[in-house]
Every structure is written in C-alpha cells, then in structure tokens.
C-alpha cells in the first residue's frame, strides 16, 4: 500500500517551513528583532513593579462597560508606547499556522506606520512594540514563554496565543499574573463561557468557538445527507474534544450515527494507521478534526485507499492555499469537501476587486512577505483591525483592556472580511464570544463555493 509514504511525502510539503518534525518541542526563541522597529523591554519585569503607574496629571473617563479610569497606566504602557507579546508555532509539526504568530508583529508594523501607533481613550498616540515567542505547539514551551513575557518582558497583554492546548496550558499563569490574553487564536468555548463566569476573566477568544461550529456541522449533515454514518478523525487534546462533544451534541435525535472516531496525537508523524482504520468501517461522511498538517495527511490517504466519503474538514484547517491545493497536487482527494468559514477566502476570484481585500493585500504585502492568498495571513489582518479599534477604546490600564472585550456590543468593531455583521460581546446577557456566525462552503475546482446562507448561532 502507497499511503504511508505519499502521507509521509506530503508531510514534508505542507511543514517545509520546520525542518524537526519530532515531538519534543524546541526551546523558545525570540522572533528577529526588525530594524524598523525597536524593541523595549525597559518596562522591567511584572513581579518587580507595582501593578500601574500613576500619570502626573490623572483625569477622569469612562470607557465600555462603565469603566471608569482614574489616571493610571498598568505595567506595558508608557507615554508613548504599548508592548504586547504573543507565543505561537513558528516551527514544528503545526507551523503552517506560523502567519498568525508573525502576523502581531505586522500588525505593528501596519499600525505604526499608517497611524503612528494607536490612539486610546486618553488621548495618547502610542507606538506598539512586540515579542514574539516560538512555542513549536508544546504547551509546556507555551507556559515558559508566557511567563517571560509576564515576569521578564513586562508585557501589557497578549494577543493571538495560538491553539487550544497552548491556551489551555497557560490559564492559571495568565489569572495569577493579572494579563490579559485577548484575541486567542482558538475556538474552543470555555473563551467565551469561563471569560463571562468570571472562572478565567483574563483569557477572551475571538473566532466562533468549535463547539458550535461542530454542532453546525451535524445540522448541515442531517438536513442534506439523513441517516448518514460517520467516522471522525480527531486531535486528541481539548481541540479534538471540544469539535466532536458538539457535533455529538448536533446529531442526538437525528438518525446520524457515529461509528468509529479515531485520535491523533499532535507531533505524531502521520496518520496512516488511523485514516485505514476509518476507511474499513465504510462510512458515509469523513469528519476531520484535524490541524492543517494532518488534515492534508488525511486527504491524501482517502486519496489512496478504496473509500469515497462525504467529507467534512474544521475551520482552522480549510486554507486553499496552504492545506488543499498541497494535498491535491499530491494526489489527495480535495474535490466536493466542505467546510464552515467565519472569514471570507482571499483566494475568491469574486472578491479581487473587493476593496476591503484589496486594502488587506496591499498593507500585507507593504509591510511583510506573508503570502495573501493564506486564509492564517488574512486571520492575522482581520485580527489586526479589530486590536486597533479595540485598543483604540480603552484607557492605558488591563481593567478597561478586559471591560471593553467584555462590551465590544458598545464600540461597534468593522471587520468587513468577516461574515457576522455584528462583531459583540455582552458579559451582563452571556455572550462571550466576540464572533458567532459561519458560512458552509464547498471546494470545488480549486476554490470554495458558498453553500445555504450564513448561519449566525446564538450562544
């Protein structure tokens, strides 16, 4: 049988950028400095300072969710500058999403640029300065690297953390130290339902969570495929569990049944063995819960084994440019896959003339060489436009940071390349979770075609 090595073959394609696919993770290292943009670290460390700094001339104002500011300035903010952090894969089994991670730094870049930094509420224009973190995907790195920046760096906050168990690993780090982790580049839901408890009131998501997005699936299935069987293929970590615990959720009462789900572990070299596994049961509908590298493995093996299933692949991992066109050029089954989507496709031929896409490649590519038609290179745009107008409404302080993520319903956020038309969080009604609605779409002849309407959840 050909698919262990073609899997193999494409693992090198899709992780060219990471030349150790092994599982331990690499120590971290710290992004280039670029010479455009000076770093500081003067801030000193979290543990060594008092919690804010006092202004010569305090002044009184409210912000989102009435937050009233008395004059402070929290650690990570000066009088002219915001230093913010993130950690992410640049390298490793999961560095196709590296654009994500880099793309803060951009961000800065853009927005010091453009704007000189961004204006808050006191009326300051502050440059913003960036460390970026490469965690390989190992939570434990993650953990090392959240702490250097907290306790070394003295970061304000930070933003776009990547993944789930990343995420997951640094909590309590992130609660005891009192710095806001904003933006997390995960879906799982406990963003939205632990940040609105006030169990972890200092970790806030961004993208739709995976549970509902699981549970979204299962409904799409039901209406258009009854009685269907599936077998799933998920990452065996809180990323996993959250996708299928709501797709289980989606299917109850609706005559889909599950037959066989099979697990992963991230830093495994291939998942021949599963993917055979799931074939012989024959079912209908192939669910992947999969990261970018292992869903392409996937694709690639249905490719070569006797089975033809529906399938269905999860949002973090349905870029055309960096997961479907790979896999298909190496012979994997692509054709008909489906998919849910909260942001618009930079490769839609129909938005070349789209002037909000136009803005995002000609900023892009301005400012970085990340490739546009990357759907993590266009994550990291639409993430940027929101941290400007969500930086551009808070006082320097992390309470007002946290209370405005809180009420984003109060300061109307424009993102135009997202679906949802209304970019909100409402702490006092439940809502977490600042994006809600998805799109089903198709792959079809090298690019993704809308199917139904957009479907907005309430959470």
Not at 8 to 15: G, M, N, P
Not at 225 to 242: C, H, M, R, S
């Amino acid at each position: 049988m050909r698919v262990g090595a073609a899997v193999l073959a494409l693992s090198l394609l899709i992780t060219a950028c990471a030349s150790n696919e092994e599982q331990n993770a690499p120590e971290p290292i710290l992004l280039e400095d670029r010479e455009d943009e000076p770093r500081s670290t003067s801030t000193g460390g979290a543990q060594d300072e008092p919690k804010s700094i006092q202004t010569e001339n305090p002044t009184e104002g409210t912000g989102a969710g009435g937050y009233v500011w008395d004059g402070s300035m929290d650690t990570g903010i000066t009088a002219d500058s915001i230093l913010i952090g993130t950690s992410g894969p640049l390298s490793g089994p999961a560095s196709t999403f590296n654009p994500i991670g880099i793309g803060v730094g951009v961000c800065a870049d853009y927005l010091n640029g453009e704007f000189g930094g961004v204006t808050m509420l006191d009326g300051v224009t502050r440059h913003i300065e960036v460390e970026i973190l490469d965690d390989g995907y190992s939570p434990e790195i993650t953990a090392q690297n959240i702490r250097y920046l907290h306790e070394e760096v003295g970061v304000f906050a930070t933003v776009n953390v990547v993944g789930s168990p990343a995420n997951t690993a640094i909590l309590d780090i992130v609660e005891q130290n009192e710095v806001p982790n904003v933006l997390v580049a995960s879906g799982a839901s406990r963003w939205g339902r632990d940040f609105v408890s006030g169990e972890y009131a200092y970790t806030v998501g961004w993208q739709p969570s995976y549970h509902t997005e699981g549970k979204i699936y299962a409904a799409f299935i039901a209406a258009n495929f009854p009685g269907a069987t599936v077998a799933i293929l998920q990452q065996n970590d809180e990323f996993g569990d959250d996708y299928v615990y709501g797709f289980e959720l989606g299917v109850e009462g609706t005559g889909i049944e599950i037959v066989t789900v099979a697990t992963y572990n991230s830093g495994d070299p291939d998942v021949t063995q599963q993917m055979i596994s799931l074939a012989d049961t024959g079912a209908d509908v192939f669910f992947s819960v999969t990261t970018p590298k292992y869903a392409a493995q996937a694709m690639l093996a249905i490719g070569a084994l006797d089975w033809d299933p529906i399938q269905f692949l999860v949002s973090p991992s349905n870029s055309a440019s960096s997961v479907l066109v790979p896999a298909g050029d190496a012979g994997g089954a692509v054709e008909g896959i489906y998919s849910a989507k909260w942001q618009a496709d930079p490769t839609d031929p129909s938005l070349v003339d789209d002037p909000a896409m136009m803005e995002y490649r000609e900023m892009w590519n301005k400012y970085s060489n990340l490739n546009t038609d990357d759907a993590f290179s266009l994550f990291a745009w639409n993430s940027c436009l929101a941290q400007k107008q969500i930086f551009s409404n808070i006082y320097p302080t992390r309470d007002s940071l946290l209370s405005t993520m809180g009420n984003l319903d109060e300061i109307n956020i424009d993102v135009p390349l997202v679906y949802t038309t209304n970019i909100s969080t409402n702490i006092n009604f439940g809502d977490g979770w600042p994006l809600e609605a998805m799109q089903i779409e198709q792959y079809n002849g090298g690019k993704w075609e809308k199917v139904g309407v957009v479907i907005d959840v309430d959470q």
